[in-house]
DNA sequence: CTGAAAGCGCTTACAG
DNA sequence: CTGAAAGCGCTTACAG
C-alpha cells in the first residue's frame, strides 16, 4: 500500500540501493541520478519507513523516558513538564525522539524499566525517580544499558545523573534567614527516602552549625516531599506551640500550605513568620506575600540528562558523568523583613 | 551480540518458527516444546527484538503526541501533564506507547506531524492544539491517517475530538453569578484564535442574554489564553474606571493575576468583586481567597481522546467520534458571598 | 504440531 | 558511480 524504495527504483530505472543512498544522502551518487531520484520520491510522495531502517541500521534514535504516575502525583508537579521540555528540546537537537511511559507503583516501574531496557526501541533511558536503593537501577547496571538519572542516587559513582547542588543551596538560604536574625528555623519535608530532601537537610544543618546555632530536632518535620501536607505540618508546629520565626520547606507546595495556616492563624508573614520553599513553581510568584524560593531550573536539568544520556549511549569509554545545575534563590517579600 | 530467536531456536533444537510461536502464544504447540522453549528464552534471557517484530507485523503499537514548546509556554500548564497521564494510562490498558514530541512553533509543528504520519512509527496522532484554520490538520485528513484533537476544531464534522462542555459550563458558571445579584461581570481572555475561549464566551453571553442583563463590550476583555497577563488585564479595567462586581476569567493563571492586582488595590474578594477561573489548577485551592474555578478533568480528556484514537485505528467504519467531558464548577470563596 | 521458505522495507559491504 | 546480494530479526501462510 504504502510506496516503498523499490517502486520509486523500479519507476527511476535504478536499484533499490540508489534510491537508498540518495535518501542517505551518500556523497559518491552522480548529481544527475540523485536530482532524478529526489524529483520521482516527490511526485511518488514516498515517505522512508524508519522502523525498516531501524531494523537495518540498528539504530532506533528513541530514548525512553519513565516518570512515576497517579499515585505519586509527580507527573502533576510542575517541574516535571519542565524537566521533558528540557529533554525534548535538547534531544531534538541531536534528532533524537522521546518515548514517554508512566509507571503507578514501583512494581509497574520495575517491569517498564525491564521491558524499555530489552525491547530494542529505547537505546538509552532517563529515569526522574530517584529512590534509595532501587532495584531497577541495579539492574540497569548489571545489564550495561545506557541511563541516566534525574536526582543524585545513593550510590552514585557509577551511574550518569544530573542535579542540583541542594546541600549548598540550602546552606545559602539558611544563611539568608540566619542573616536576618532568624535563630529558630523550621525545616519542613524531609524525607528518609528522598535524597533531594536530605541534601537539603545536610545543608540546612551544616549552615545552622557555622552560625553556632544548635539544631533543634522539633523544628524538623519529616513529610511526603510532594504531599500537599505543609498545612498539617505547620498546623501541628503552632498547634504544638513550637517557638520558631522562619521556615525552610523542601517544596513550595508544603511553604504554600504553610502560608495557609499562618494566614489563617493571624500570623504576619514576613514580619512574625518568614517562609520560603522550592522549585519556584509559578505558585510561588503568585502567592501573597509572594514566596521565595529556588529556582532549580528544571528544563536545563533535562537538557543535561539527555547530553549525558547521549554520551553513554555513542562513547565507548565507559566512564560515568556527573552533572550539577547550580540552584539560584529568588528572593521575595515571604523571606525579607524590609521589604 | 543480543540473542535472537535463531539462537533459541538452536539451543532449543526446534525451527525459528516454533519459538517465534512460543512467544506469541499460539495455541496450536505441544504444551511440552512450549515448555522447553519457555525454559531455554528465560535461561539464554532472550528479549523480543520488538523492532523487527514491528516490520514483520506491520503494527508499532505507538502513538504519537503532539504539544506545544517553549514559545506558547502550555507544555507548562497544569493541564497539559494531566492530559498526558490520562493518555498514557488509557494507552497502556490497550499495550500502547506514547512518543512524545513537542514543537515550539507551528511551523517546527507542521514538520513534525508530516513526519509522524508517514515515517511509519506511530499508527495515530493525537494533537493537542486546535487553532482555527489549522493546515496541519487539512494534511492529515487528505492522508487519511488517523488522529484526534484535544479541543474541538472550528470545522469539527469529519474529525475525530474531545472537549468540554465549555459553552454550557460558562452558562452555568455566569448564573451563578448573576443569581448571587452581579449584573456588571466582566470576562478576561477571549482570543479570536483560540475555541475553547469563544466556546466560553458564548456561554457567557447566552447566560447574560437570557438574565435579561445587556453585554457591555468593555467589560469584555481580550487576550492570549494561557498568558500570565491577568494583573495587566484586570489594572487596565479598574484603571479605565469600568464598573464591575464580577470577574470570570477564561484561564486560572488570569484570575490569580487578576486578584493579585485587586489585592494590590484593597479590593475585597468576593465582598466587592467576586472572581472565577477555568481548569482548577492547584493554584486554585492555595490561592487566598480560595479562587471558583471550573474541573475541567484533564485526564479523562486524555484518556477518551486515546479510545477514540485507538477506533479511528483499528475500524474501518471510517466514522468520527466527538466526545463531550462534563466540566465541573467547583465553587470556593472567591465567588461565594455567604463564605 | 512443526519446519522450510518467503517476506516486511531498508542498508551496506563487495564487485565492477 | 551503480547494482546484485545478503542481512537486520521477526512472522506467517503453506505443506506435511
Redesign the interface.
Known sequence: M?VTINDVARVANVAPSTVSRVIANNPNISIETKERVQKIIKEMNY??????S??ANRS?K?IGLVVQ??TEKA??H?F???I??GI??MA?KFGY??????A?DIKEEKELISSLS????AEGLILTTSRIQDPSIEQLMKQKFPFVLIGRPSDSEQINWVDNDNFSVTYELTKHFIGQGHRKIAFLGVSSEIIVTLDRYEGYKKALEDSGIELEPNLVVRGKFLD?SGYDMMKNLMDRGVDLTGVIACDD?IA??AI?LL?EYGIRIPEDIAIAGFNNT??AE???PALTSVEIKASVLGASAFELLYHAIHDQRGDFGHTIIPAEIIQRASSIREF
Chains 1, 2 share one sequence.
Open positions: 504504502a515517505h522512508q519507513n524508519v522502523i525498516a531501524f531494523l532506533t528513541i504516575g497517579v507527573f502533576g510542575p516535571m513538564p519542565e521533558i521540555r525534548t528540546s531534538h525522539r522521546i518515548l514517554i511511559s508512566s503507578e530489552s525491547d530494542g526501541i500537599n507546595y504554600l500550605g495557609k494566614t509559578v505558585l503568585h502567592s501573597i
